[in-house]
């Protein structure tokens, strides 16, 4: 679901954001917040993430958020920061209800969300039941047990990361390669979601016709280093049709650095293969532009092109952790203000695209591998690719069969 290039929808702008007194005062968090104008309260949309050095993607978005909602009295966008470090479960239940407490907030985002997510909304909802302005729960890429966060959360939202696999390689067949190497962490080496992508990588490569690889570093061995010296090897081994691949944003740096050294193709990487990201790699400086997206893939383009790289290099118009948090305040707010129904996928779209430099995101629900069954408000998104030199590939219009999701078995090899 979801449509291509809709165009934002406008609110009216929000106020900046008040503080939240209680909370800071109990401890449990270090709250960012900006003092909205004096007169009747406004409503407010809070978002919560880690600090700037836990979760700079997050932090970045949320204070996005806070500054593109600064001028109406109506509402209010509150940035609250938890203190660096995993909080204890306990701490993060007790500022979510404490939160709640204060009538005029009326929607939680909590973007990643940390274990005590799900206690927190569960007591917040008890808390404010029967009151005239209903409270709005999300949790983005939650850490707490799926059923628990369905259960007591509105929206539970993360990266569709088995279906952009699949897509990862049409993406990359799309551009003209003809093999993909995937490179993971020592940690990934293990993880289910990590094993289920790769399967999912394989089996999507044997039937789109491309060859597939996947390089984990030894023990011991650090995983960027690994893939900064692998590259290289990678490309003459795989030939000059090779797209490179990763899915730990730790890695997008190094990978995009080697994929432009040589003449590598990227058709996607961890959903943070960004404009800032090429603008590294290709030692482009973006200040230029003074911050017109447009005008810095033009600039983006231009090196490419002068390094022969035109339509081999693939990016998100936004990362994933920042504009997933601008999209998600977005929808939140007009939820709240009673423009959008939480259930509404096409709304949570229409929101992320309006918060996503222009490109359009795939929304849906989450369906469990073993039994098939369908979430009714888990929701997995995935975002347009952008090739430099050519334009969107469309990739948020097309469908993963659901064969390629059932058919691969997660293997460690």
């Known amino acids: 679901m979801g449509s291509l290039r809709r165009p934002a929808e406008r609110l009216v702008a929000t106020a900046l954001a008040a503080s939240l007194a209680l909370a800071c005062a109990a401890g449990l968090l270090a709250c960012a917040a900006r003092k909205p104008e004096q007169g009747a309260a406004a409503a407010r949309v809070l978002v919560v993430t880690p600090a700037a050095a836990s979760a700079p993607r997050q932090f970045?978005?949320?204070?996005?958020?806070?500054?593109?909602?600064?001028?109406?009295?109506?509402?209010?966008?509150?940035?609250?920061?938890?203190?660096?470090?995993?909080?204890?479960?306990?701490?993060?239940?007790?500022?979510?209800e404490g939160a709640a407490k204060d009538p005029a907030v009326a929607a939680i985002v909590v973007a990643p969300a940390p274990e005590g997510t799900a206690r927190g909304f569960r007591r917040a909802k008890e808390l404010r039941a029967g009151s005239p302005i209903p409270l709005v729960c999300i949790a983005a890429d939650s850490a707490d047990d799926e059923l628990e966060i369905e259960s007591s959360a509105d929206l539970v939202v993360g990266l569709d990361r088995v279906g952009r696999a699949y897509i990862a390689v049409w993406e990359a067949g799309k551009m003209g390669a003809s093999s993909i190497v995937a490179a993971y962490s020592q940690g990934?080496?293990?993880?289910?979601?990590?094993?289920?992508?790769?399967?999912?990588?394989?089996?999507?490569?044997?039937?789109?016709?491309?060859?597939?690889?996947?390089?984990?570093?030894?023990?011991?061995v650090d995983a960027a280093a690994f893939v900064r010296a692998g590259t290289g090897s990678w490309l003459r081994d795989e030939g000059p049709d090779v797209a490179l691949y990763c899915s730990d944003p730790d890695l997008v740096g190094p990978l995009l650095s080697g994929?432009?050294?040589g003449g590598g193709l990227v058709a996607e990487a961890a959903g943070e293969a960004t404009r800032e990201a090429y603008a590294g790699a290709l030692?482009?400086?973006?200040?230029?532009?003074?911050?017109?997206?447009?005008?810095?893939?033009?600039?983006?383009?231009?090196?490419?092109?002068?390094?022969?790289?035109?339509?081999?290099l693939?990016?998100?118009?936004?990362?994933?952790?920042?504009?997933?948090?601008?999209?998600?305040?977005?929808?939140?707010?007009?939820?709240?203000?009673?423009?959008?129904?939480?259930?509404?996928?096409?709304?949570?779209?229409?929101?992320?695209?309006?918060?996503?430099?222009g490109a359009a995101w795939l929304a849906s629900y989450k369906?469990?591998?073993?039994?098939?069954?369908?979430?009714?408000?888990?929701?997995?998104?995935?975002?347009?690719?952008?090739?430099?030199?050519?334009?969107?590939?469309?990739?948020?219009?097309?469908?993963?069969?659901?064969?390629?999701?059932?058919?691969?078995?997660?293997?460690?090899?």
Do not use: C
């Open 188 to 220: 990934e080496a293990s993880d289910p979601d990590a094993l289920r992508e790769r399967a999912v990588m394989a089996a999507a490569a044997s039937e789109l016709g491309l060859r597939y690889a996947a390089k984990v570093p030894p023990k011991g």
């Open 60 to 96: 970045r978005g949320a204070e996005d958020f806070v500054k593109d909602h600064a001028s109406s009295k109506k509402w209010n966008a509150v940035h609250a920061i938890l203190p660096d470090g995993k909080g204890a479960p306990g701490a993060v239940a007790d500022f979510i």
């Open 314 to 357: 693939g990016l998100w118009d936004s990362g994933y952790g920042e504009s997933s948090v601008r999209g998600l305040g977005e929808f939140a707010l007009r939820v709240a203000a009673g423009k959008a129904r939480r259930d509404d996928l096409a709304a949570l779209t229409s929101a992320m695209d309006a918060r996503s430099g």
């Open 283 to 312: 030692g482009v400086d973006l200040a230029v532009a003074k911050g017109d997206a447009v005008k810095e893939k033009r600039l983006l383009e231009k090196a490419a092109a002068r390094l022969g790289l035109k339509g081999r």
């Open 259 to 261: 994929a432009v050294a």
């Open 367 to 413: 369906t469990d591998e073993d039994t098939g069954v369908k979430s009714v408000n888990h929701v997995l998104v995935r975002q347009d690719v952008y090739v430099l030199g050519v334009g969107y590939l469309q990739s948020a219009l097309q469908t993963v069969p659901p064969e390629a999701l059932s058919g691969a078995k997660p293997s460690a090899k």
